[in-house]
């Protein structure tokens, strides 16, 4: 059942929530380019514990563009009407949730073009498995320092200890009990550690617990798995030489080891850090302009 309302701001913007499941609501705001009617449309996916209103200065001076903006579960408005409904949801979220309401919305809006995907980083990860899955619904994705693979496997080194780790358990070479302890322990670990990495960033303990959750949901999407099913020509992406949250040698390999014929291009900011879009503004503005319109 959709709910919905004309913003007071202009009548060219329609913003409103989609219940997309009993209790869940997705909130989105669409704005209409002013040049009419064939406007390229662009979708903005939020990165973690931003909402869409985090979009707003680029989205106001992306007016020849159809833009349409989400806060999926777990973000922003959506978060806020799921916990007035059920103030105790768990939000370990896989992303394929997050897809199938990305494409819940788009069907709801009668947005049949192919769309441009905005996702910055947790949004990049959720733009990565929407693509993947309907890539016929896809022009491009254009990703801002994107969700690729969880960070604790970002090195192939790490990737070979969890395969040898997953395959000893599959085979019995360690105890049930230990092997279960020790998991729940290295979970309690990551969750600690993300908690002091968004503490500053998030005082609310009730986002910050949301956004952790939500990480340990996209943990377990692999976008190495997907790139045989991007649309041709698709992937543009922009990152920091500087960035400390993500190795730079994560965005080396991908590119590597994404095939050419879904290379865009990939702009590379030598300064700047994992939060381009407070940090880096024009930039972020231009090279959406570049790839947007």
Request: proline letters at 4%.
């Amino acid at each position: 059942m959709a709910q919905e309302r004309v913003s007071e701001s202009s009548l060219e913007t329609v913003e409103g929530f989609l219940e997309v499941e009993a209790g869940w609501e997705i909130h989105y705001r669409w704005t209409r380019a002013k040049t009419g009617s064939h406007a390229p449309i662009a979708v903005f996916l939020n990165g973690l514990g931003d909402e869409h209103t985090s979009w707003q200065p680029f989205v106001d001076k992306l007016d020849t563009t159809d833009r349409l903006q989400l806060d999926l579960r777990g973000q922003g408005q959506s978060l806020q009407r799921r916990l007035d409904y059920a103030p105790k949801t768990q939000f370990r979220i896989g992303i394929p949730t997050q897809s199938e309401d990305v494409l819940a919305v788009l069907n709801h809006l009668g947005i049949k073009e192919k769309v441009t995907l905005v996702g910055n980083s947790y949004g990049g990860g959720v733009a990565f498995d929407f693509a993947s899955r309907y890539p016929e619904r896809v022009k491009r994705l254009a990703l801002i320092v994107p969700y690729i693979l969880r960070l604790d496997r970002s090195f192939p080194l790490q990737r070979l200890w969890s395969w040898q780790w997953r395959t000893a358990r599959g085979l019995g070479l360690i105890p049930h009990a230990v092997a279960n302890s020790v998991e729940s322990a290295y979970e309690n670990f990551l969750s600690s550690y993300m908690n002091q990495r968004f503490e500053n960033r998030m005082g609310n303990d009730v986002r910050r617990r949301v956004a952790i959750e939500l990480s340990h949901g996209i943990m377990e999407f692999d976008a190495f798995e997907v790139l045989e099913r991007l649309p041709d020509a698709s992937v543009f992406l922009l990152t920091s030489d500087c960035e400390t949250l993500i190795p730079r040698s994560l965005f080396r390999e991908f590119w590597r080891r994404l095939p050419v014929s879904k290379q865009g291009h990939w702009t590379r900011v030598p300064d700047g850090e994992h939060l381009l879009l407070e940090q880096k503004p024009e930039l972020v503005l231009e090279w959406l302009r570049s790839v947007v319109d």
